[in-house]
Structures are given as structure tokens and as C-alpha cells.
């Protein structure tokens, strides 16, 4: 009796698991989401902008100043932000730089949640961002004048120093400058981060 040999025939056989190139090409084309980071950032120049106008309006200092002639007689004299045009600018520039961020935050938000017009919003970003790195920058330095001059004071125009005597209002005022800065330096890259996500969805 001939025996017959039968081949055993898989029930699967094992499938290609080739990723197509479309796939490769749709993965590697994915970019990074500058969205949340754009939401982070403005939250970020909210706190700062807010901390900055709080530190500016708290540095009122009284102390005793003698009276110049008559170095025995002390009067009382206050130092304050609104006794110098430029410093409220400087709140006035801050104050609103803050409530710009507060609703470029909400727009960026409603960007991530429905991207439907994100150019828009985008194009909008890129422009207003740079007008408040001026406006921030003008305040900055404005008060940043100010500061230097009761820091060192100007001898050639007789004009003397008065944070060796107001010491707290100098630290205070300093202190407001400095968060300034680190606020004009957001909108710098927040108006790059605008700019560059904008062209790349322009591009694609």
C-alpha cells in the first residue's frame, strides 16, 4: 500500500507588516504643536507683566530728607511711582501689555481646541506681538532712565541720587524693571513662535 505524503498547509499564513510610505511621510511630516507652548507663554507674560505693575504701585517709601541749606532740619518726603511721568507709563504700558496677554491666551486656547482659524489668529499674533514688544521695550527703558538717575544721579546737571536714601523704592523699582524685561523677551519669542508657525502652515 503506497503511502502518500500530505504537506500540512498553515491556516494563516504571516502577512507582510510593511508600513506604507504614505504613513513614513505623514508621520515624519508631523510637526511639533507650537500651540501649547503659545498658550504657556502668554500665561507666563500675564504673571509677569501683573507681578511687574504690583511691585511698581507697592514701592512707595517715606523717609526724613534734610533740607538743603539747613542739614539739621529733616522733613518728611515721599517717594512714589506717580511722582515721575515715566513710571506711570510705565504702569499704564504694563497694565495693558497684561490684559493683551490675557486675550491673545483665550484666542491661542480656542487655536488648540478649533483650529479652523488659526491663520487668522496667527496673522494677528505676528502683528500685535511686535507692536507690544515696543511698547513694553519704550516703558522699559523710559523707567529704566528714571532708575538710573536716583541710582547714580547727574552731577553735571545737579541732579543727585536718592536711593542711598530711598533705598526700598530703588530695590522695589529694580525689581519691577527686571520682570519688564523678562516680559519684553516673551513677546520677542512669542512674535518668532507666531511668525514661524504661521509660514509653515502657509508652506504646507
Given at each position: ?21 504614505s504613513a513614513v511621510a505623514a508621520a515624519a511630516k508631523s510637526p ?123 552731577t553735571h546737571v545737579g541732579w543727585t541720587k536718592i536711593c542711598n ?40
Amino acid at each position: 500500500m503506497a503511502s502518500t505524503d500530505k504537506t500540512a498547509v498553515p491556516l494563516s499564513s504571516p502577512k507582510s507588516e510593511a508600513t506604507p510610505p504614505s504613513a513614513v511621510a505623514a508621520a515624519a511630516k508631523s510637526p511639533f504643536n507650537y500651540s501649547f507652548v503659545d498658550v504657556a507663554l502668554r500665561v507666563l507674560l500675564f504673571a509677569a507683566t501683573l507681578t511687574s505693575v504690583v511691585v511698581m504701585a507697592t514701592s512707595k517709601e517715606t523717609e526724613l530728607v534734610p533740607v538743603p541749606g539747613f542739614p539739621l532740619i529733616r522733613i518728611q518726603l515721599q517717594a512714589k511711582f506717580n511722582h515721575s511721568p515715566a513710571l506711570v507709563y510705565f504702569i499704564a504700558a504694563l497694565s495693558v501689555t497684561g490684559f493683551y496677554s490675557i486675550i491673545t491666551a483665550l484666542a491661542s486656547l480656542s487655536i488648540v481646541l478649533n483650529p479652523t482659524y488659526s491663520k487668522t489668529f496667527l496673522l494677528f499674533f505676528a502683528f500685535f506681538d511686535v507692536v507690544f514688544v515696543g511698547i513694553v521695550a519704550s516703558a522699559t527703558g523710559a523707567a529704566g532712565a528714571v532708575g538710573y538717575i536716583g541710582l547714580k544721579g547727574n552731577t553735571h546737571v545737579g541732579w543727585t541720587k536718592i536711593c542711598n536714601v530711598y533705598d526700598k523704592f530703588c530695590r522695589y523699582t529694580a525689581s519691577s524693571l527686571a520682570l519688564s524685561l523678562f516680559a519684553a523677551i516673551l513677546l520677542v519669542l512669542l512674535s518668532m513662535i507666531s511668525t514661524f508657525t504661521l509660514y509653515k502652515k502657509i508652506r504646507d
